[in-house]
């Protein structure tokens, strides 16, 4: 389908005109970071005249960065590893063992992809408050853990149909009880589905802002969406710091994105397309 | 099977499944049921009573005049959203499966929006929304974007539908990508050979052979937008005076905010069967106009 020459280049200048035009918003934002606010609004477009850093200094002090970082960075990497470690073996058992229990239950996980947070917020509220369970980092991997479940194990039960039994057999000739079969022989063959559901999960769970705010209400406790939530409704005027902080909560996913861009594509093209 | 069997194979359940079967059920099952039958109740959180009410939620929820606008507000933008995505998704999918230099490093920008949450996303155009257009339409007179577009109804509606599918864009494009790049070269010469021009490969044999994309990406749309929270509390808050509270907004205001888990729990469900029976019924009918290659 290749077009002649001059075309082609029209064309490939075309399509880099379009992404500036719709990459325009996130690079007026992060020129603006190193402007004051009084510049900002005189002439938003103006190049900065000084590249200083003060409002990422203002932003790091005023939202308490660090700790909406570090909350964040430990709900999502404890969250992300349990759901995979969890799901991986649950998959394991429902491709391996065919039992009734296993197909009603796979079923039950499959149905529930449908069903919106939105539909479950409110009794979950009501539960974990009743059980005064709220408020509290572990609930909150917890509720990841039981919302991620369905679509991990499914995809590790659509990749392990494709693994042959063999391996695992000449392993339990050896000796091997299935628990120590599972993590030397079967975990290691995983990992390409693994490093998708690292990414899928992750941007899920970094991003995530109303699961957290109902849960999670000490201040000490919050996460960086939340962290930005309290920092725009506070200073909604101050915009240069603002935006600032809304530039530092993207950028460790953006590094993880270019890190890890070929499995992300390919996570969202296979979990998609299954 | 005998005791022995029995026993060793509940003891291989629990070690393999039981984590997570029972995070599933105490987070997503239970939680579910359990909604279901607050539905059917006027749940009061401070008193914790509660009296069954039958279905007298569901009547208040179909006489609620707010929740009714609300809804067709939601329609409005599903629509706008879910057209204006997908077609703009699919022509950059289109032009990004010819194989040229640089390809790879378009595809990789064009997805960038959907690595940022709803609520950052939306602070981000809020901004821009609320000071950077203005100050634009100020200074050259552009009348369009004199007033911010987030104080004004209907222009809040657009800023709406244009961040939605400003995210939306890019994660459809990579699966449009996908689905392009299964339909068969030969195909295509074929029918150029035959006389076919570039408008009747697109509708004739591109679009049809690529109908399983399609499918998955309007249910993708259909359902995300449908469920927009984060972004329409960053960008609008619901205002200028709630006229800008998508249905999800709302349940969850409703919910939260005036205590009425009953009826707010009852939108939910309403809103859930909305989304599922919509998003259903489109991919039924358009799975049966696939071919195969």
Known sequence: MRSPKPLAFLKTILLYLVLLLFLLPFLLVILNTFKTTQQFVENPLSWPKQFNFDNYIKAIDDMDFMTGFLNSSIITISSVFIIIFFSSMTGYMFVRFKWKANSILFFAMLASMTLPFQALMIPLVLIYGELGLLNSQGSLLFMYLGFGVPFAVFTFHGFMKGVPLELEESAFIDGSSRLRTFFQIVVP???????????????????????????????SMRTLPLSNYGFFSTYSVDFSPLMAGLIMTIIPVLILYLLLQKQIIRGITEGALK | MTNKKFLHNTGTFLIFGGPSVFAFFAVVLIPFLFGLYLTFTNWDVRSGDHTFLGLANYVEVFQDKTFLTQLWFTLKYVLFTVVIANVAAFFLAFALTSGFKGQQLLRTGFFTPNLIGGLVLGYLWQLLFSQVLPYLGQKYGWALFETSWLTDTNKAFWALVI????????????????????????????????????????????????APAIVICIFISISRSFLTYDLNLALTKGGPFNSTELSSYHVVQKAFLSNEYGVGQSEAVVLFVIVAVIALTQAYFLKKLEVEA
């Open chain 1, 189 to 219: 063959l995983l990992k390409p589905v693994m490093v998708t559901l690292i990414v899928l999960d992750t941007l899920w769970i970094w991003n995530d802002y109303l699961l957290p705010s109902l849960i999670l209400q000490s201040p």
């Open chain 2, 163 to 210: 961040v939605s599918a400003w995210q939306l864009i890019g994660y459809l494009m990579i699966i449009y990508i996908s689905g392009l790049m299964s339909v068969p070269v030969d195909v295509i010469e074929a029918a150029g050979i035959d006389g076919a021009n570039g408008f009747n490969k697109i509708r004739k044999i591109i679009l049809p052979l690529s």
